[in-house]
């Protein structure tokens, strides 16, 4: 007998122990990440030819401390490799883990085959030929600190290869992690089985070999361990061509019934291919289908769901998760009552939003990423609550003091809008303290952007806060949840905010006071349009007819769209950025507005406004709160600076010219007396350009009217 490492992922320990008994392995040792046993050859082979679990199993060669590179060496030269394999045999070695001497696995694995080779050398026997794309043999190591394990890999390619999946979906699980999935999932042989998001079909797959009672190593062409010196080939084949035999009987005699359903054609195509492969097709139906529409199949009462949905944080899936997470929930609980359900994802947030209490829950990991399985028994009275109509009701109490606020905000300004012909407002700005986002309105889109939380809130509270948030959103506007963009923002200094957060490139054209405004919901951490100075840009407009207008610090150049409209005789638009000049041309452009008079600037606003000689009727300003731009060549601080900044505004504004001087700064002041003395008075008109929508948020922004001061002032 030989000492045998069976290698699986944390957590599954126990259940591979648990299944190398079954398979006749006696006191099998969990160890991290695998089970430690004593097995002959026929129990080995039974092993790599059964193991539903392991990813690999390992022939123990020697264990070892191991401080340097020459105990690795002599360690590894103790061995009698010669009756290991014959010199003809290619060989890898696969070297794991690192310590203070030997920091590059590289290294370590080059020492560990230079000892192999000269213990031939030694036997002036031939030197066996290292090959890494195509091994007879891998040779195993592991280094953790001190410690060292040596041994012959007897698998090769990974016990997960089962051979029937040379291409899947999107995610696809590990075959060994699905069959953990699937024997943790409550199911056994005398119940149906169903996956409503199946992919390219691996859970069910699993199952339907389990059923059977197929060897998942059946279709496996080569074995390392068919090179060792002491490999017996009758007994090997003995033991194969019994599993053959078995896996052909045993699909025969399967009465339980399995379902695959997922909503890409392509996919199911994919599934269909592997079970065919894997020898399971005629057990398995797999249907086009939608899971947040799911219902039952006939005959499936008591039957076992069992899915592993997705679970991806980019940037716009969020929303469109929680709501199929949701939707699915509310589904099992009206469809499926007194059956059991079994729900694998990394995202206990997302988990939480099927709104079922979970009878058993394992912690398990899908490659690096830490995941839960969780096992839920659908009672029979849920699903005929859901039958009498209160499924609502049951999402409404989702956040009930966040939902009851919304609807409010929505009835009292969404009233307003629709009077002042507004496609864009916001609907919620912090009112609640809980749920501290705020949450604006494009047409039939939402943006809703999160406030960081203070430190005083643990994350795992302000995640499942935002789960609420946005599962209630989606309920009380009935905006499709992929037209949900979720944002994270933070304070910024500068033009922060105009960072890129993704390259999606959707952009949407809006309406404003009848002016049309593109946005872009996705790419950066603002649209394009800050609602906020709505009011601010209407009345640009109805000030500019016959005017020269200057837009400084222009962003998009909304307020010249505005300023343009409203008859301007010429408008010109500062800003430091290509790309939002850009933007602006493309905003004038979709109202008719082009032609010469029509100027575009790109500089900073600050170094341009030194040099200027311009004259201006009319001008906008509203400049960042502070900016240290490495392409400026000097910060800029509008509560230091705003004097210096109107001394030089002054030089391009006519006699009878206007500036309209806003900004965002919390409590700003104007510095009324400096401003007096460069021949400049100033009118807090504040109150007046703050929208109905924000009128919440006093502090949101302040804005002034600049003048010439009159004679005699």
Excluded at 438 to 467: F, G, M, N
Aim: proline residues 3%; hydrophobic residues 35%; contains cysteine.
């Amino acid at each position: 007998m030989h000492h045998y490492l069976a290698v699986t992922s944390n957590g599954l320990e126990n259940l591979l122990a648990d299944e190398l008994a079954q398979l006749g392995i006696e006191n099998p040792s969990p160890v991290q990440a695998g089970v430690k046993f004593k097995a002959t050859n026929e129990q080995i082979y039974r092993c790599c030819l059964w193991s539903r679990l392991a990813s690999r199993f390992v022939r123990i060669l020697s264990e070892f401390n191991c401080q340097d590179d020459m105990d690795l060496y002599l360690s590894t030269a103790a061995i009698n490799w010669v009756g290991q394999f014959h010199s003809s045999k290619k060989f890898v070695v696969d070297f794991n883990g690192t310590n203070r001497e030997i920091r590059n696995s590289q290294y370590g694995a080059m020492k560990v085959k230079d000892a192999i080779v000269d213990a031939f050398n030694k036997r002036n026997l031939p030197r066996p030929t290292i090959d890494k794309d195509q091994p007879d043999l891998r040779i195993h190591v592991r280094l953790h600190k001190e410690n060292a394990l040596l041994g012959i890999d007897m698998v090769g390619a990974g016990l997960h290869q089962r051979g029937y999946r040379p291409a899947s979906g999107k995610a696809p699980l590990r075959e060994t992690l699905a069959a953990a999935i699937v024997l943790r999932s409550g199911w056994d042989n005398s119940k149906q089985l169903l996956d409503p998001m199946c992919g390219s079909g691996t859970l069910l797959i699993e199952a339907a070999m389990i059923a059977a009672n197929m060897a998942p190593g059946v279709n496996r062409k080569y074995w390392c361990f068919e090179s060792l010196e002491d490999f017996d080939r009758e007994l090997w084949a003995q033991i194969k061509s019994e599993a053959s035999v078995q896996a052909r009987r045993g699909v025969k005699k399967v009465d339980a019934k399995f379902y695959g359903f997922d909503n890409d054609e392509r996919v199911l195509n994919i599934a269909r291919e592997n079970a065919k492969r894997a020898g399971v097709d005629e057990l398995i139906d797999f249907s086009l289908g939608d899971a947040a529409t799911l219902t039952c199949p006939q005959g499936f009462e008591n039957g076992v769901i069992i899915c592993n949905p997705p679970y991806g944080e980019r940037l716009g899936t969020h929303p469109g998760l929680i709501a199929l997470y949701t939707a699915f929930g509310a589904q099992l609980k009206a469809h499926f009552g007194g059956c059991q359900a079994s729900i694998f994802s990394s995202s206990d947030e997302l988990l939480s939003c099927l709104r079922m209490r979970a009878e058993k829950q394992f912690k398990l990991n899908n490659g690096a990423l830490p995941c839960h399985q969780k096992n839920y028994s659908i009672s029979a009275r849920s699903q005929q609550t859901a039958n009498d109509g209160n499924q609502v009701v049951e999402q409404a109490v989702v956040a009930p003091d966040f939902s009851n606020r919304l609807k409010k905000n929505i009835a009292k300004i969404g009233k307003w809008a629709r009077k002042e012909k507004l496609d864009c407002y916001r609907i919620y700005d912090a009112d609640l303290p809980d749920y501290n986002v705020a949450i604006d309105r494009y047409q039939d889109h939402l943006v809703i952007q999160e406030y960081s939380a203070p430190k005083s809130i643990p994350e795992e509270t302000a995640k499942r806060r935002l789960t609420d948030i946005i599962r209630a959103t989606i309920g009380v506007t009935e905006v499709d949840a992929n037209n949900v963009v979720l944002k994270v923002r933070e304070r910024q200094k500068g033009r922060a905010q105009y960072q890129k957060l993704a390259q999606q490139s959707e952009t949407l054209q809006v309406n404003e006071y009848g002016v049309t405004l593109q946005v872009n919901l996705y790419d950066y951490l603002d649209t394009g349009l800050f609602l906020d100075h709505k009011l601010t840009r209407k009345m640009l407009g109805e000030m500019s007819s016959g005017k020269d207008f200057l837009n400084l610090f222009a962003y998009t150049g909304s307020a010249t769209v505005h300023a343009a409209k409203g008859g301007a005789r010429s408008t010109t638009t500062v800003d430091m950025s290509n790309t939002y000049l850009d933007w602006a041309k493309e905003n004038m452009k979709l109202n008719g507005l082009v032609g010469r008079q029509h100027q575009y600037i790109q500089a900073d606003c600050l170094q341009w406004l030194e040099k200027a000689s311009g004259e201006y009727d009319l001008i906008f300003i509203d400049p960042p709160t502070f900016s240290n731009s490495k392409r400026m060549e000097q910060s800029f601080d509008v509560q230091r600076d705003h004097i210096q900044l109107m001394r030089n505004l002054k030089r391009l504004l006519r006699p009878n010219g206007v500036i309209v001087f806003s900004n965002n700064k919390r409590h700003f002041k104007m510095d009324e007396d400096s401003l007096k003395e460069i021949g400049l008075s100033a009118r807090n008109i504040s109150a007046k350009t703050l929208p109905m929508d924000f009128a919440r948020n006093k502090q949101i922004h302040n804005c002034w009217l600049v003048e010439h001061c009159q004679t005699g002032q």
